[in-house]
Every structure is written in C-alpha cells, then in structure tokens.
C-alpha cells in the first residue's frame, strides 16, 4: 500500500525520544521531510542524525518549551520557512505531572493545561492556516488511555485529555470540508523514559520492585506485555497518509486491550 507520504512535511512534537521519536522514525521512513522539537537540544541532534542516517529523510530540530505559545508560533513558521509547506502535525508533548484528583495543587494544574490541554489548541491553531494552504493535511494528537479509565497518579492526564476529545471533534467538524482529517490516539503502556519514570514511583508508592511493577502493567493487558513505540507509531503513519482520507473525529487506543471498557 502505497501511503502517499513521500515529500510531505511533518512537525512531531517530543521528537527527541519516546513515542515522538518512533513517530519521526516513521514519517521519516515513508519519505516525510520532519521538524522535531523538545527542550534537550543534544538529545534532539542525536535523534535528527540517527533519524537521517537510517531514512535518508531530512530532520530539522527545533529546541523550546512547548508548554509556551510562543514556542510554538516559531516551530511552525520555522519548518514552514525551511521546507516550504506543512502537512502533518503530530501533537505530542512530556506528560502532565503526576498528582492525585484530591490533592493535585495549583501549580500542578496549571502546568497539566498548558501542556495537555491548550497546547493541543495552539499546535492546531497555527497549523491549520498551512495545512489549508496545502489543500489538506493531518492532524494526529497523542493522548492517554486515561480518557477511558483513571490510573492512579494520573488524575491530571484524564482531566485534560478529555478536554483535547471534545476539541479535536470540534476541529474536525470546522476542517474536514478543507481536508484536514483531526484524531487522537491513546498510548497504555509502552515502553519510553516517561512510562519507566511513572512505573518506578508506582513501585515506590506499592513497596515493590521496578521489575514488579512492569510485570503487573504487562499483565493488565490482553496481550501480556508492555508495547513498543513502534506500535503507536505504526498506527500515526497510517493516520497521517493519504489513505487515513475519512477517518476524523475518532479516538484510538493503542493498549495491547488494557481498557477494559467496551467502547
Ligand atoms: N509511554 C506510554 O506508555 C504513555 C502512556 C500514556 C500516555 N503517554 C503520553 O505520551 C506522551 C509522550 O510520552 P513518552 O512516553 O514518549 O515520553 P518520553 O519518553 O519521556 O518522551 C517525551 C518527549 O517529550 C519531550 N518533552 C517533554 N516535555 C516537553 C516540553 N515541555 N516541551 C517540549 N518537549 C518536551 C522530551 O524531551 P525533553 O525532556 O528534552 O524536552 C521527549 O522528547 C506524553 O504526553 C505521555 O504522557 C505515554
């Protein structure tokens, strides 16, 4: 299958590592050219080198914070400035702090809406007048299985997300007549810095091992073990083609069938 990705334009958001990093790779892979930002500048050099030696494809890097608009005004132009044209934003960032509904406190909150809610408006906001430009495009956000059912810390992963839900259905009912085709996709638990970080203060919280604590996410799941990155990103090259041209307004679980819910 052919997905039409060669020569288009990405931005991935957390490039560097993680669940963006797989994204790039991919993109990468089909022949996307990709921006790839986050606030590491070495991580993100690293990245763009092993990126563009094993794909071929051009890497840009982009270093700033994304909880900040500003950031995000010059990422956008940049890449536009620098490849000409914008197609796909993969709209991922670091993960909310961990906290509990009863006792998450101000600054925990403010930090979880920048970074899990409004910045899923701003990255959209300043693409879709590209994206319009370009006679479509993608916009894919990288969410939590948390909007399906709580984990314990992650009170503020859920509230937000299920705020991005309600906006992405919104954006994709204003877009989808420009082509621009607007879903999210919820990571359960992979295998990434981020998801090992949240694991081992689970662990520390239970009295148990690292190890034991990735044994009993694995086996949560219906498969029996914790995902690759790959596996998430597999599914956002697909989205992000050209044959992804009627699917808008869905959420995705990418879980191995952790969610227990039926829809
Ligand atoms: N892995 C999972 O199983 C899982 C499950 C549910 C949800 N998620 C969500 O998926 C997203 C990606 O997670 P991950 O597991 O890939 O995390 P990760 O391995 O820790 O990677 C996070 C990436 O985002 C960058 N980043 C973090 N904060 C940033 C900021 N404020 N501005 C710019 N870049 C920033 C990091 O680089 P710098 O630190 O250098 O900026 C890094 O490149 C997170 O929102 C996470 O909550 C992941």
Redesign the pocket.
């Known amino acids: 299958m052919d997905l039409e990705l060669q020569g288009k334009v990405a931005i991935v ?10 994204c790039a790779e991919v993109l990468a892979q089909e022949g996307v050219k990709v921006t ?5 500048k070495a ?2 050099d690293q ?1 763009a080198a092993e990126i563009q030696d094993s794909t071929g494809s051009e890497v840009m890097v982009f270093a ?4 900040k608009e500003d ?1 995000i005004k010059k990422l956008v132009a940049s890449t536009v400035a620098r490849f000409g044209r914008l197609d796909i934003m993969v709209n ?5 702090p961990l906290a509990r509904a009863a006792t998450a406190t101000e600054d925990q909150w403010s930090v979880a809406v920048q ?2 809610l409004l910045f899923f408006a701003r990255m959209s906001r300043e693409a879709v007048p590209h994206l319009k430009k370009q006679g479509g495009g993608r916009i894919i956000n ?5 909007v399906y059912q709580p984990i314990p810390n992650l009170a503020l ?1 859920g509230a937000t997300r299920m705020g991005v839900v309600a906006f992405a259905k919104s954006l994709a009912d204003e877009v989808g007549r420009d082509n621009i085709m607007v879903n999210n996709v ?10 090992l ?2 694991v081992t203060s689970r662990a520390k919280e239970l009295g148990i091992s690292v190890d034991e604590a990735l044994a009993q996410r694995a086996k949560e799941t219906a498969v029996g073990r ?2 690759d ?1 790959k596996e998430l990103a597999y599914l956002v090259g697909f989205l992000a083609s050209g044959k992804a041209s009627y699917i808008t307004g869905t959420t995705i679980l990418v879980d191995g069938g952790l969610v227990r819910s039926v829809l």
């Open positions: 958001g957390g490039g560097s590592k993680g669940l963006g990093r797989a790839i930002c986050s606030r590491t991580d993100l990245a700033g914070d994304l909880d950031t991922n960032n670091g993960g909310p970074r899990s990288i969410l939590a299985s948390t992963s919820c990571p359960g638990s992979i295998l990434t810095d981020r998801m970080s949240n914790i995902g990155p």
